[in-house]
T-cell receptor, first 115, second 111 residues
Framework: NAGVTQTPKFQVLKTGQSMTLQCAQD?????MYWYRQDPGMGLRLIYY???????DKGEVPNGYNVSRLNKREFSLRLESAAPSQTSVYFC??????????????FGPGTRLTVL | QQPVQSPQAVILREGEDAVINCSSS?????VHWYRQKHGEAPVFLMI?????EQKGHDKISASFNEKKQQSSLYLTASQLSYSGTYFC????????????FGAGTTVTVRA
């Protein structure tokens, strides 16, 4: 099992450009999440999908959109990138629907720089 | 609301002990501990549920004080491999999908 995979690993964008970050998991997990990580800020939830066909906003959703394409895949789109979106983006998945023993498994991350 | 971790950073020599605290202003249902090595993804360590239980993973253990809404992670007889940034993630309810993460505690273990 590959676990959680993310593409690309690195990306440089110019302000105003758009791009989609891809995430896939092969663990048959129901829930998937997108986080951003900035120095000194920990992990902040952007969007999550509790199950296939549903998505909900997290703490910092502005400037992002998501698509739960199927049970395996959850993509994050930046429609018009801004320098404030320079960050490391992590995708995660978990088996249950927020259950008490739910563990989130993280992908390797995408390092995004917006110039 | 994000939990508060303390200290922000700690430097240890091999064999020394350390405690990392995670506090919340909200009632907690569960606390999740992760460790992240530089340039890598966070890796799950353990979950603690309300009820004041204590858990261990090798020489890393944790407790959860429900009354104080606080969890503590104990690094005992630290090894070089313990270096990294430790994050706590908290849930406020059994049906709460979201984890709120603290800002992290960077642990450096030196020979």
């Amino acid at each position: 099992n590959a676990g959680v995979t993310q593409t690309p690993k690195f990306q440089v964008l110019k302000t105003g450009q758009s791009m989609t970050l891809q995430c896939a998991q092969d663990m048959n997990h129901n829930s998937m999440y997108w986080y951003r990580q900035d120095p000194g800020m920990g992990l902040r939830l952007i969007y999550y999908s509790a199950s296939e066909g549903t998505t909900d906003k997290g703490e910092v959703p502005n400037g992002y959109n998501v698509s739960r394409l199927n049970k395996r895949e959850f993509s994050l789109r930046l429609e018009s990138a801004a320098p404030s979106q320079t960050s490391v983006y992590f995708c995660a998945s978990s088996e249950d629907q927020g259950g008490s023993t739910d563990t989130q498994y993280f992908g390797p991350g995408t390092r995004l720089t917006v110039l | 609301q994000q939990p508060v971790q303390s200290p922000q950073a700690v430097i240890l020599r091999e064999g020394e002990d350390a405690v990392i605290n995670c506090s919340s202003s909200k009632a907690l249902y569960s606390v999740h501990w992760y460790r992240q090595k530089h340039g890598e993804a966070p890796v799950f360590l353990m979950i603690l549920l309300k009820g004041g239980e204590q858990k261990g993973h090798d020489k890393i253990s944790a407790s959860f004080n429900e009354k104080k809404q606080q969890s503590s992670l104990y690094l005992t007889a630290s090894q070089l491999s313990y270096s990294g940034t430790y994050f706590c993630g908290t849930r406020s309810g059994s049906n709460d999908y979201k984890l709120s993460f603290g800002a992290g505690t960077t642990v450096t273990v030196r020979a």
